[in-house]
Structures are given as C-alpha cells and as structure tokens.
C-alpha cells in the first residue's frame, strides 16, 4: 500500500458497504430506494456513465429506472417524463445525465426535478441551501472529494484550498463546501494570470480543468494535498487525470489516482444521496411503497 495514494475505490467500497446496510433496513421497513436516470441520445462516453451508476445502485440494493431517449425528442417530451418522476412515489431520486442536445434547455430540465429527488444537487434550490449552509444534496463530485478529505483525516479547518475550475458541478459548490469547513478558498481559471503562482500557495489543490497532466511539480507546494477530479486520455489513449501523476507525486503529501481516485467517489455520493431521500420519505411516511 502507497501511503501517498488516496484511494477513492477502497474508501468509496466502505461507504458503499454502509449504504447498502441502510439501504437493507429500509427494505425491511417495505421501503426501496429507487433511482430513475434520463439519457438522451447515444453519446458513448455518457452511457458508460450511466451503466455504471445504475449497475452500482442495484449493487447497493436500489430499485434502478433507465429512461432512455432519442436526440431528436423534444424538450417537452423530457419534461413530461420528469414530471411522471416526480408522482411517482417508488423514485427517490431523479438524474439527467448532462449534457443534453443543444436544442434543450439544461436549466429548464434542471428546473422541472422536484429538487427533494435532485440526487445530483443541481436544482437552483439545492445550490442555494448549500451556498447558505442549510440541508441539501450535494453535487456529487465535491460531496465526494469532502469525503475523501475526512476519510483520510486531511486538515481542512484554517487551510488554503485552491480550486482550478470554475463549473456549477465542481468547481463551484467544491468552493462552497470547503469555506464551509472553514477552509481559505481560492477559485482559479482559465483567465487566471499566474497559474502556478497561486496553485503554489495551495495546501489543498483541487484540479478540475479537463487537460491530460496539466499540473507539474512545479505547480504544487511541498507537502500539498492533490486531488484531480480529471478524466482524460494521455497520448497513449490511457486514462488520465488533470494532474501529472508520476511528476507530482513525490512532492505531495496525499494525491489522487486516476482513475481509482474521485471518480469511484462520484457515483458512491449519488448512492448516498438517493438513500437519504428515501429515508427521509420512508421515515416521515409521505410515500410508502406498496
Ligand atoms: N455529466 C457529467 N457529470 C455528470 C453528473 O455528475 N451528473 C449528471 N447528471 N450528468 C453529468
């Protein structure tokens, strides 16, 4: 075992062992957590995505929905859809996969998920409970970075936290998340002057940016946390990461692989945030399976 390494796989297996247990109670209860997933078109990339959060929610013991649409259909067709979701009491949460023909409107779709099923924490009223503080889902990368962080007894409190992204799924609520923790945040991005200035400052360096091995040694601080939400392919075609892995790893104290880093994590926080639906409704009883 590297010591360096943070291992999203090993740590998203724990908690997904935890979610499953509640999941079981639940069922016990004659309550299943159930995940209803929209994807439109045939984009490989996003039915990889998809057949991997729906093969983990039934690994976890959820009742999985896949509604899969044509490019071509309309937007009102997709709100229909969302709106059948939203009666029906057996899903207890609703996912989108992004992104959507240019035709449709993200934010209008965004918009008609009941955001008490938002398992993606997209909704304008998740985001902005977040943002102050009050009970929300999540977004599910940063979710899942946060619990990384604590997993591995990483410092958070009084650290500087320097974040390359500005995304409303990252780089945004990562900053949110972490001020919140009482962290010293700085948002970093593609008009940045002086990247490896500020990245230098960082304690913890959070790297969402989307070029294969961007960050070099020489962007990071002795002793710097790393985590690389990337998910590229080198020159090779082999998986990457934003971060330059080999280069950057002796310099730092933790770091993330890619893949087996955040994105294990990712999926893992849409599991979570689907059970603390569900119990949140089985538990007040506002919808019972049958
Ligand atoms: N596309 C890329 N990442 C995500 C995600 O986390 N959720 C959804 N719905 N679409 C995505």
Do not use: W
Not at 160 to 182: E, W
């Amino acid at each position: 075992m590297d010591e360096k390494l943070i291992d999203g796989r090993a740590i998203g297996n724990i908690i997904r062992e935890e979610i499953k247990e509640r999941v079981q109670n639940l069922k016990n209860k004659g309550c299943t957590p159930g995940l209803a997933v929209i994807i439109v078109g045939d984009d490989p990339a996003s039915h990889t995505y998809v057949k991997n959060k729906q093969k983990s929610s039934v690994e976890a013991g959820m009742k999985s929905e896949l509604i899969q649409l044509a490019a071509t259909v309309s937007e009102q067709e997709i709100l229909e859809r969302i709106a059948q979701l939203n009666d029906d009491d057996t899903i207890h949460g609703i996912l989108v996969q992004l992104p959507l023909p240019k035709h449709i409107d993200e934010n209008r779709v965004i918009l008609a998920i009941d955001s008490a099923k938002d398992v993606d924490g997209f909704h304008p009223v998740n985001v902005g409970k977040m943002i102050i503080g009050q009970n929300a889902y999540l977004s599910c990368t940063p979710y899942g970075i946060i619990k990384l962080l604590e997993r591995t007894n990483t410092q958070i409190k009084g650290k500087h936290a320097v974040i390359i992204g500005r995304s409303n799924i990252v780089g945004k609520p990562m900053g949110q998340l972490l001020l919140q923790r009482d962290a010293t945040v700085t948002y970093c991005h593609s008009r940045t002057k002086d990247l490896a200035h500020h990245t230098k400052q960082a304690d913890i360096l959070i790297v969402a940016i989307g070029m294969a091995k961007f960050i070099k040694a020489d962007h990071v601080k002795e002793g710097a946390v790393v985590i690389d939400v990337g998910m590229n392919r080198d020159e090779n075609g082999k998986l990457c990461g934003d971060v330059d892995f080999d280069d950057v790893k002796e310099k730092s104290s933790l770091i993330t692989p890619v893949p087996g880093g955040v994105g294990p994590m990712t999926i893992t926080m849409l599991l979570k945030n689907t059970l603390l639906s569900a119990e949140r409704v089985c538990v007040s009883g506002k919808h019972e399976d049958k």
